[in-house]
């Protein structure tokens, strides 16, 4: 089992259905959702130019097919040999929505079942390991506040020194 009780599945899916009020709340919502789509994606698009720009860090690809990015999260791994616990804590520092990511999915207890116990999952522990989310909420501001995010990154990187 994950060793961080905040994410430790037992089953590897469920099937839970909403309420009336719950999708009354949700119909309500989803006169933003177009709006905020376009957002995101426009958003994660200068984000991942202006990161592929800074040394250290490598945002995630986006598929080449794929029309618009929800950006549920937006993700990017530090390349740098970068304490990343330090790094989101300075991040967290600079206004940046840091999100708490996922353990690797092969060292969870549920998937034993299903995986090959003498195999390595290099992707997964890279993820795991060097990942930084941000909250989707970080993308819905301006143009100029998503350099911000871009400068904050590029800014704690430059101290990379300075972080316990």
């Given amino acids: 089992m994950s060793d961080r009780p905040d994410y430790a599945h ?5 099937n839970y259905r909403i309420g009336q009020f719950q999708a009354a709340i949700l119909n309500a919502q989803m006169d933003k959702f177009s709006d905020q789509l376009e957002r995101r994606d426009k958003n994660g698009k200068l984000l991942t130019d202006l990161l592929n720009q800074i040394e250290g860090v490598k945002p995630q690809k986006r ?9 549920y999260l937006f993700t990017f791994i530090l390349e740098a040999d970068v304490p990343r616990e330090s790094f989101k804590k300075a991040l967290t520092a600079e ?12 060292s969870l207890e549920f998937m034993k079942p299903y995986i090959d116990p003498l195999r390595e ?5 890279l993820l795991a390991d060097r990942g930084i ?12 506040q998503t350099e911000q995010i871009a ?3 590029e800014k704690v990187l430059k ?3 300075f972080l316990t």
């Fill in 63 to 71: 598929a080449k097919n794929l029309d618009r990015h929800g950006h």
């Fill in 95 to 106: 206004g940046c929505l840091v999100e708490l990511e996922y353990p690797a999915l092969h």
């Fill in 133 to 144: 989310w941000l909250y989707h909420r970080s993308l819905l501001g301006t143009t100029e």
């Fill in 151 to 153: 400068k904050a990154i």
């Fill in 121 to 125: 999952y290099p992707v997964s522990t």
């Fill in 10 to 14: 037992f089953l590897p899916g469920s």
């Fill in 159 to 161: 101290q990379i020194n």
